[in-house]
């Protein structure tokens, strides 16, 4: 959400350079746009002098004519700094254009048209686009809309990131995502489906994408929010069940439904009455499936349909309307309990990089002087139960054995390794996990400028002052021995998944006796009664 915002801003960055940027845009949002190049008591930015073009989707289907005041004929297409493509998504798939008996082009598609005469052609064009939807059907749509980034190169970011192959490595990606939604719902965890993702994906969307969805800026914006104002609250849906008429003479529908249920329809079921002495070749006939369905169980959805088709004919009925209405309220409410959904959220850490660099900059001098092994003890979230007691360790490979492209492509944060270890040794989440425990972290620390007094002293008193560190020297071995069991999961996920992935060096692979550094810790201790 604030996608124009952002993109207001990042389009006066390039226009305070002098540089040209190209706004394409649907037709349909060409005030969305425009209202910010006007000298106009409507636009908030008047002060700013935007001066960027705007142009339509359409507008790349055009070979003359003039779009405003511009004139598409003599325009030079590919000489813009900066080209803002809102409502990316459209451009999700790369059909190509059309061609004569011969082969010969015709006539480009605006996908051709867009990479070849503005992104590839002439100066080096930037991209910003914007999308609340950019992947529609799979992830060959957000390869697409990425080319435009790349120039259409699937090695662009072999030196900038370590992504040796952009396709290759969706297309990994993708093979995980289709296995994980073919599950059922009950076995389908998002946790499940980040461990598989290869960190190269997980480092692409973060580096390239910024994600913000209402739950996100109400979460992580609270304090914006009250300042700005809040979104609206949305009120619960109230059923009203009024009876079926006034005078009580005509049956309930529930009791109308159950009265339809039972009619048998023997005429739609002709296969019901078939002889018992019928030639063994016709009644294979009847039992052979056409497609995926035998004769007996396409008249059995043709039964349903005509049961469901005598309901329809009192769909005039106040009393069957809301029947409808409270089935479909069950339904979404029941849809909005399950959390096996994934969000491009999922992988990204910019809103934590924004909160580090605010802290980074307030006690720069203090951090300075910190030593590694600093801990705090905090209490579990009291509206969080997946917040249990036990430990959050922040763990570094000691140098010689950190960064490599091998290495990034099995752990997100190399050469960090995060875990969050129960009091019971039971890994809650290991390192390939780091917003989820990223996210705890903050849940338990921020706004939290003074120690809990209580806690520290009941901690001190359970380690004798430190020196009984044992039931915690458990954990953190723990701790470790999952960072090497998890490792060595995703090199072999890793090697399953396709050429590009590279194992690392043994002397760089994490295992049980690698050398770590012990950052920092949070212990998560439930207080004493009273205390």
């Not at 209202?35 to 070979?63: I, K, M």
């Not at 598409?72 to 803002?84: I, K, S």
């Not at 910003?128 to 059907?137: D, E, W």
């Not at 093979?175 to 997980?202: E, I, M, V, Y």
């Amino acid at each position: 959400m604030g996608k124009t915002y952002e993109a207001l801003a990042v389009i006066k960055f390039f226009e305070l350079k002098n540089e040209r940027v190209l706004v394409l845009c649907p037709k349909r949002l060409r005030e969305n746009w425009a209202v910010y190049r006007r000298n106009d008591q409507l636009n908030p930015f008047v002060d700013d002098r935007f001066r960027y073009d705007v142009l339509f989707h359409t507008d790349l289907s055009r070979e003359r004519g003039y779009s405003g005041d511009i004139n598409l004929e003599t325009l030079n297409w590919g000489n813009y700094d900066l080209v803002v493509i809102d409502e990316s998504h459209n451009f999700r798939n790369n059909a190509p254009g059309r061609r004569d008996d011969t082969g010969v082009i015709v006539r480009r598609s605006r996908y051709e048209r867009l990479m070849q005469e503005i992104i590839q052609r002439g100066i080096n064009t930037k991209v910003l686009l914007l999308s609340a939807t950019p992947v529609n059907n799979d992830l060959k749509d957000l390869r697409n809309q990425i080319y435009f980034i790349t120039a259409g190169r699937d090695d662009a970011f072999k030196e900038s990131i370590g992504i040796a192959d952009l396709k290759e490595m969706l297309r990994q990606a993708q093979g995980h995502f289709s296995n994980w939604a073919k599950q059922l719902t009950p076995k389908r965890k998002t946790a499940d489906l980040l461990a598989r993702l290869g960190s190269d994906f997980f480092k692409v969307l973060d580096e390239l994408t910024i994600a913000r969805a209402r739950k996100h800026i109400q979460k992580y914006y609270d304090h914006e929010m009250d300042r700005l104002g809040r979104f609206p609250e949305r009120p619960k849906l109230i059923s009203i069940s009024p009876d079926t008429d006034t005078a009580g003479c005509f049956m309930s529908y529930d009791r109308l439904s159950e009265e339809i249920d039972g009619y048998t329809l023997s005429l739609f079921n002709p296969s019901r009455f078939l002889r018992p002495d019928l030639p063994t070749e016709i009644r294979a006939e009847y039992e052979r499936k056409v497609g995926n369905f035998t004769q007996a169980q396409r008249e059995g959805f043709l039964i349903g349909m005509m049961k469901v088709n005598f309901l329809k004919r009192l769909e005039i009925s106040v009393h069957s309307f809301e029947l409808t209405m409270q089935r479909t309220m069950e339904k979404i409410e029941t849809l909005e309990d399950l959390d096996d959904t994934v969000a491009l959220t999922e992988f990204t850490l910019d809103d934590f990089r924004v909160d580090l660099l605010k802290y980074i900059e307030a006690n720069r001098a203090q951090l300075e002087e910190s030593p590694f092994g600093l801990y705090t003890v905090v209490p579990p979230h009291a509206e969080i139960p997946t917040i249990s007691p036990g430990v959050i360790f922040c763990l570094r490979q000691r140098e010689g054995h950190v960064s490599s492209p091998s290495m990034e492509q099995v752990n997100p944060l190399q050469p960090y390794f995060l875990v969050y270890v129960m009091e019971s040794g039971d890994i809650r989440f290991g390192f390939a996990h780091p917003k989820q425990i990223l996210t705890i972290y903050r849940e338990l620390c921020t706004d939290k400028p003074e120690s809990y007094q209580a806690l520290c002293n009941l901690f001190d008193q359970r380690t004798q002052n430190g020196r009984d560190m044992a039931p915690y020297d458990k954990l953190l071995q723990r701790a470790v021995d999952a960072i090497a069991s998890t490792f060595r999961k995703r090199v072999a996920t890793g090697l399953q998944s396709g050429r590009n992935f590279v194992i690392p060096n043994q002397h760089e692979q994490a295992n049980e006796t690698t050398d770590f550094e012990l950052v920092t810790w949070l212990v998560i201790l439930t207080p004493v009664a009273g205390s």
